[in-house]
C-alpha cells in the first residue's frame, strides 16, 4: 500500500525478516543475524517485499449501481446513467484513495506480502577461528595427549 519500496533478508530463502529501507541494509541485518547463528548458512538472501493487495480498486461501477438502485427505490429515478468512462475511472481511483487512507488510519491494511526480485550473497567466512589452549595439533601423524579444562 506503501509507495516506497521495502525489502527483507532470509537466511534460508524461506523464512523472512522484513522492513528495511534499502537492499544493503537488509543484507547488513541478514550478515550481522549470522554471527548469531551455531551453524551460519553459506549464503543469505535478500529481496523486495510486495504487499498484498487491499482489494480497494474497482469499487466505482458498483458504488454508482447502488446509488442507482436506491435512487429508483426512493423515486428519484436512475439518474447516473450517462457517465463517461473517465468519470467512473476517477471515482473509482477516489475510493481506493479513501479505502487506503482508512485501512492504514485505523491499522487494518493486510499484513501478509510476497518477496519478489530475491538477490543471494555468500555469507564471508570468519578471519580466523580461536582454539581452546591443549587443542591444536604440532605435527601431523603424532598424537598428544590433551589437557582437560576445569
Do not use: C
Given at each position: 500500500?506503501?509507495?516506497?519500496?521495502?525489502?527483507?533478508?532470509?537466511?534460508?530463502?524461506?523464512?523472512?525478516?522484513?522492513?528495511?529501507?534499502?537492499?544493503?541494509?537488509?543484507?547488513?541485518?541478514?550478515?550481522?543475524?549470522?554471527?548469531?547463528?551455531?551453524?551460519?548458512?553459506?549464503?543469505?538472501y535478500v529481496g523486495?517485499?510486495?504487499?498484498?493487495?487491499?482489494?480497494?480498486?474497482?469499487?466505482?461501477?458498483?458504488?454508482?449501481?447502488?446509488?442507482?438502485?436506491?435512487?429508483?427505490?426512493?423515486?428519484?429515478?436512475?439518474?447516473?446513467?450517462?457517465?463517461?468512462?473517465?468519470?467512473v475511472e476517477e471515482?473509482?481511483?477516489?475510493?481506493?484513495?479513501?479505502?487506503?487512507?482508512?485501512?492504514?488510519?485505523?491499522?487494518?491494511?493486510?499484513?501478509?506480502?510476497?518477496?519478489?526480485?530475491?538477490?543471494?550473497?555468500?555469507?564471508?567466512?570468519?578471519?580466523?577461528?580461536?582454539?581452546?589452549?591443549?587443542?591444536?595439533?604440532?605435527?601431523?601423524?603424532?598424537?598428544?595427549?590433551?589437557?582437560?579444562?576445569?
Open positions: 500500500m506503501s509507495m516506497n519500496k521495502r525489502y527483507a533478508y532470509s537466511l534460508n530463502g524461506t523464512d523472512w525478516r522484513n522492513n528495511f529501507a534499502t537492499r544493503k541494509e537488509a543484507r547488513q541485518a541478514a550478515l550481522d543475524a549470522v554471527k548469531n547463528e551455531i551453524d551460519p548458512p553459506r549464503e543469505i523486495q517485499i510486495v504487499p498484498a493487495d487491499p482489494q480497494a480498486t474497482g469499487h466505482g461501477r458498483y458504488v454508482v449501481r447502488e446509488i442507482n438502485r436506491r435512487a429508483d427505490a426512493a423515486g428519484v429515478g436512475e439518474y447516473l446513467n450517462a457517465l463517461k468512462l473517465e468519470q471515482l473509482d481511483r477516489e475510493i481506493a484513495n479513501v479505502v487506503v487512507h482508512w485501512l492504514l488510519k485505523h491499522h487494518l491494511e493486510p499484513t501478509n506480502y510476497t518477496v519478489n526480485a530475491i538477490s543471494e550473497y555468500p555469507v564471508p567466512m570468519p578471519l580466523a577461528v580461536k582454539s581452546p589452549p591443549g587443542n591444536e595439533v604440532t605435527e601431523l601423524g603424532q598424537s598428544r595427549e590433551i589437557e582437560t579444562l576445569q
